[in-house]
């Protein structure tokens, strides 16, 4: 936290995705009942990737938001939040997303939604497993979206300079990875898509099912009372015909009840609407001795008699013949003479019994329930299981939206709660009637969950298997690689031939081996000869450098050493001589009249002369250490170190005479001449002087001398330190 920088670059990224994330959100994808996937949070996966923690909790403190507005609960904020920070910190252990996903929602994820979902959300117990095992899901699918995204696009560059703490992953890291998260992506896929079209197909097999029964109990019930009406009506055009006396008509109505044991009790009546015949007899004596014949104030006889038609009523609670739910249905029937006056009224009462045993026909085999309402939405009946009182107003609230599916939801207990309870079915019969077929939503919901648990754990055992696999596929190449790197980091000459690969080896990497392998032997073969071309090259250019170096030192006609070379030696000579406390002679020789050779024998006679005396000093002074060099013209200077003082005036007489006794070749003509040479010298110990000009100089006076005292002579000055000028 103390280097908490934020770069501009990585917090514009951050808000911009943070801001495309809460648009997503507001709009997630429906799947069953209240789930709903949302994937904006992927942008927040990639933020946590690509740029690390804190970004990733900007991002999704925003993503968060879009939820928030939608399903108005707070929770997201801390439980998303948490998560983008975890994967921002996987990505800096190295850890990848969908490996941390897994990690988090397991450990801090479920248990924590799962708390949070107690506390906050208005959802049963039994439920709350399911909604956070389906927000794992969830995460896994936008993480996984979020990851093969990234995968994707591995050039694009402008993410890329954005990556904090990158660290360069092995190519068996990486294809496990990705093999993994195709396998888990598949999967993840093939799950949610197999667990919708089954749910779909459940629901559209609840929907037929619901209506098919709706529509054969409204049929059975439709058919139920039009049948009973039919029997009204018919008996009362019979009565018509027959022209009865009401002794007559009490076994004839009795007949016909026994006949249809739909009607509870049936009763005729005369014009004044009093009571003259009823079914079951027992009771009408009942009525009859407690004086209440009339029925003149019932909507049954009014609406028959007054109306002439034949009547159904609403459910109503009987009297006098018990206080059975009823429906009664009415016909009027009249005098022969007098067809358009009434003669009275016959009704029969319906039993509304009988539709439990329709619903029972129709239900024993599912866990179907049914309600029936009167035109009043008052219940004539309702299955047993839902305790409805008959005759109270149906109570009942819908659901609308928030539940995303085909069916019809409604809540009969708990009419407030946003959990529907049952799933239903509805239509109106004929007479304005309707009848409720319904079923516990509630199965339903279990099945998705139990869908939805198998899902999460076949993603768990494929992810280990797939990650197991994938790892020993990616390992089969990646170790081979790693073997033929390691062997030809090792690799020498003698090894080449060695066979490092058994016959299991891929071909691929055998094949890249093999051409390695080939490589190598070129370049060993090339670097040889490279190193043999180098070692001549060198000796030829140490040969030039001699040469440069003799060009440099040396006087080209005579081939002896130059001046400079000669007066540079000297201290060499000198320093070696001191040490060894030696003395050193310095000698000028210049040859007696040698323009008078130049002028009688040419130049060239000259130039051979010069080199004839040069051929015989290095005869004579031939020790190595001894420096001849041309001083210029006709002038040659010796350095001899470690002379002998009382032998070198000797040497060099001795010099002198071999040169006077010497014929000189002339090149021209074939003659020959001699020439002679005047010596100056000085022999000194080495300490005598640092400066070469001062040995030169005693040693010029001597030639001088030797010259002025007739030439092809030798004057040598011995000089002891002591007698140092
Ligand atoms: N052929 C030839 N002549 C040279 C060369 N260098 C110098 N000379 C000649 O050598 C001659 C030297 O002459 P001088 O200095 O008068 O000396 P000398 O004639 O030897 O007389 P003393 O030294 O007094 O005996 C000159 O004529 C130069 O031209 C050379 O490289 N080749």
């Avoid at 949070?116 to 497993?129: Q, T, V, Y």
């Amino acid at each position: 936290m103390k280097n908490l920088q934020f770069n501009h670059q990585n917090l514009l990224l951050s808000f911009v995705l943070g801001v495309i994330a809460l648009v997503i959100n507001l709009y997630p994808v429906p799947f069953f009942a209240n789930v709903q996937f949302i994937l904006g949070n992927s942008l927040t996966v990639i933020v946590a990737i690509l740029c690390g923690p804190w970004y990733a909790l900007i991002t999704s403190l925003l993503a968060s938001t879009g939820l928030m507005l939608i399903w108005d609960s707070y929770h997201v904020f801390v439980i998303f939040s948490l998560e983008a920070v975890f994967l921002g910190f996987c990505r800096r252990r190295d850890i990848y997303a969908l490996y941390g996903s897994f990690i988090f929602w397991a450990i801090i994820g479920m248990p924590l939604f799962y708390l949070m979902a107690n506390i906050f959300f208005d959802l049963p117990a039994e439920h709350l497993s399911f909604v956070t095992l389906k927000q794992a899901i969830n995460s896994l699918i936008y993480t996984s979206l979020a990851s093969l995204l990234i995968l994707m696009l591995p050039k694009l560059w402008f993410f890329e300079t954005k990556i904090k703490d990158k660290q360069r992953r092995t190519l068996s890291k990486q294809m496990a990875y990705f093999i993994t998260l195709m396998i888990t992506l598949s999967l993840l896929f093939s799950a949610l898509y197999f667990n919708f079209i089954s749910l779909n197909k459940q629901q559209s097999l609840i929907k037929k099912n619901q209506q098919e029964t709706v529509f054969h109990l409204s049929s059975a019930g439709e058919q139920y009372i039009n049948m009973h009406t039919k029997v009204i009506k018919n008996a009362a055009q019979f009565f018509t015909l027959v022209n009865n006396t009401s002794a007559d008509q009490q076994p004839l109505l009795s007949n016909l009840h026994n006949n249809y044991p739909g009607f509870i009790s049936m009763l005729i009546t005369d014009d004044k609407a009093k009571m003259i015949a009823a079914s079951p007899i027992t009771r009408f004596k009942d009525i009859n001795s407690s004086n209440h014949l009339s029925v003149k104030d019932r909507d049954y006889f009014i609406e028959a008699f007054y109306n002439q038609k034949t009547f159904i009523s609403s459910v109503f609670v009987g009297r006098g013949f018990g206080n059975d739910a009823i429906i009664a249905i009415s016909a009027p029937y009249f005098n022969k003479d007098t067809p358009l006056q009434p003669a009275g009224v016959i009704e029969g009462s319906l039993d509304l019994k009988y539709f439990s045993a329709i619903d029972y026909d129709f239900n024993k085999h599912n866990n179907q329930s049914v309600i029936l309402t009167d035109e009043a939405n008052n219940i004539i009946y309702a299955s047993d299981e839902l305790n409805l009182k008959v005759m109270s107003p149906f109570k009942y609230s819908i659901h609308n939206g928030y539940y995303v599916t085909d069916l019809q939801l409604m809540n009969l207990q708990s009419t407030q709660s946003n959990i529907p309870e049952y799933i239903y079915a509805t239509r109106e019969l004929n007479n304005g009637w309707k009848i409720y077929v319904i079923e516990p939503f509630s199965p339903l919901l279990k099945l998705a969950e139990r869908q939805m648990l198998s899902s999460f754990i076949i993603l768990l055992s494929a992810l280990l298997i797939s990650f197991f696999i994938s790892n020993r596929i990616s390992q089969l190449l990646t170790v081979t690689l790693e073997m033929v790197a390691n062997h030809f980091e090792k690799l020498n000459q003698h090894d080449l031939n060695t066979q490092v690969f058994d016959d299991n080896s891929p071909k691929e990497v055998y094949s890249l081996y093999q051409r390695l392998v080939t490589s190598k032997q070129e370049l060993i073969l090339h670097q040889l000869a490279l190193e043999e071309t180098v070692a001549l090259r060198t000796l030829e250019l140490e040969k030039a450098n001699t040469k440069l170096q003799e060009l440099v030192d040396k006087d080209p006609l005579t081939n002896l050493y130059n001046r400079r070379f000669a007066e540079h030696k000297f201290n060499e000579i000198r320093e070696f001589c001191l040490r060894s406390e030696q003395a050193i002679t310095v000698a000028i020789l210049d040859l007696d009249f040698f323009k008078a050779i130049n002028d009688s024998y040419g130049h060239l006679a000259g130039d051979e002369c010069l080199r004839q005396v040069s051929e015989l000093l290095s005869q004579h002074f031939k020790r190595d250490i001894d420096i001849l060099a041309r001083y210029g013209g006709e002038e040659f200077i010796l350095i001899l170190p470690m002379t002998n003082a009382l032998n070198i005036e000797h040497h060099l007489n001795e010099f002198r005479v071999k040169l006077a006794s010497t014929k000189i070749n002339s090149p021209n003509a074939a003659k020959q001449f001699n020439v002679t040479v005047s010596i100056g010298a000085i022999t000194a110990n080495a300490n005598y002087h640092a400066q070469l000009d001062k040995w030169i100089k005693i040693a010029d006076d001597n030639l001088y001398q030797a010259k002025a005292q007739g030439r092809n002579r030798v004057h040598v000055s011995i000089i002891n330190p002591q007698s140092e000028p």
